[in-house]
């Protein structure tokens, strides 16, 4: 007769003593983190279409003598394109200044008139979602429309700019007509059309500054200059630093508004030419493919320079 032997129930394990808790968190965590990398690969993918390839092609070609139709033959040169450029005093370097012109004073005359109107509308005003509503407006509008706009306003003879001057005895302008008027003419148009969003930054950054320094500062006696100096403009230097290099960045790649007010080659004389305007020129009117593509990988440098500078100063300004 067999007898059946009947096994002790096994005692439940507690986590952490041969669980499988750890190991389908384990799975978990590799799920979620292919599930991650599948979710990202596309934009990945865009970026590397759209961004890279196009960096690493322009610097591939500024690398040749590429000229005349696309798919002509092509020889490597080396640098000789980037020597070509860099001793090119009379378009080059020319264009490069006014660059720098431009995107400073632009730049300067936006962030102090941003500021100002920031600090004006920092407090709750009535009428300000009005005021707020005109402001964006020179956002919306898009450059070649503005540019289009301005030639009117700014045309030597029929242009109500010059009525409005005759009208407090001021002499008739060339304004954008003039060699030495254009540039400082194209600047105080852009600074009309980015103000706004230097005002905006700039407001968003103050609305979230605490009140406290400020209501101690004035409790010690200090007035509006001293509290706005020592006490609101370092607390507003992140944002400041942020809004400075974003506008700059932009003011940099300014193109629309200089083509569409004084055509290809920045006027007769070049005189608005700025390195933007150059490359376009040595592109699509003289086919110099390869030296186009040495200007433009010279500016991104530029570009990439003035940011980290920017960056430093910025940061230690706020340290």
Do not use: C
Not at 31 to 59: E, Q
Not at 198 to 203: E, K
């Amino acid at each position: 007769m067999s007898t059946t032997e009947v096994s002790p129930t096994r005692p439940a394990l507690a986590p952490g003593e041969g669980s499988p808790a750890p190991r389908r968190s384990r799975t978990f965590e590799q799920a979620n983190r292919r599930l991650k990398w599948t979710m990202l690969t596309p934009a990945l993918l865009f970026v590397g279409l759209m961004i890279v390839f196009p960096l690493v092609y322009t610097v591939s070609l500024s690398l040749t003598d590429a000229f005349g139709a696309v798919n002509a033959g092509k020889e490597h040169v080396g640098l000789r394109n980037f020597t070509d450029a860099l001793g090119d005093t009379r378009r080059f370097w020319p264009a490069a200044q006014r660059t720098v012109v431009f995107t400073v004073g632009a730049v300067v005359l936006e962030t102090v008139l941003g500021l100002a109107l920031a600090m004006l509308m920092r407090k709750p005003f009535r009428g300000m979602r009005w005021v707020r509503t005109v402001l964006i407006i020179p956002l919306l509008t898009t450059p070649v429309a503005i540019g289009i706009l301005w030639l009117l306003i700014l045309d030597p003879t029929n242009g109500i700019a010059n009525h409005l001057l005759a009208g407090v005895g001021i002499p008739r302008q060339e304004f954008l007509g003039s060699v030495s008027q254009s540039l400082p003419t194209l600047m105080l148009i852009d600074v009309w059309q980015w103000t706004p969003m230097m005002t905006l930054l700039l407001l968003a950054g103050l609305t979230t500054l605490p009140e406290e320094p400020e209501e101690a500062a004035r409790v010690d006696g200090a007035n509006s200059w001293q509290r706005f100096r020592h006490v609101v403009l370092p607390m507003l230097g992140p944002t400041l630093a942020t809004a400075l290099v974003l506008r700059a960045v932009d003011a940099l790649k300014t193109f629309d508004i200089l083509y569409a007010t004084k055509g290809a080659g920045g006027g007769s004389d070049f005189e608005v030419e700025t390195l933007n305007v150059y490359a376009y020129g040595l592109t699509f009117d003289y086919q110099e493919y390869g030296l186009a593509a040495a200007v433009l990988v010279l500016f991104t440098l530029f570009i990439i320079g003035v940011v980290v500078l920017l960056r430093r100063r910025g940061g230690r300004k706020t340290a």
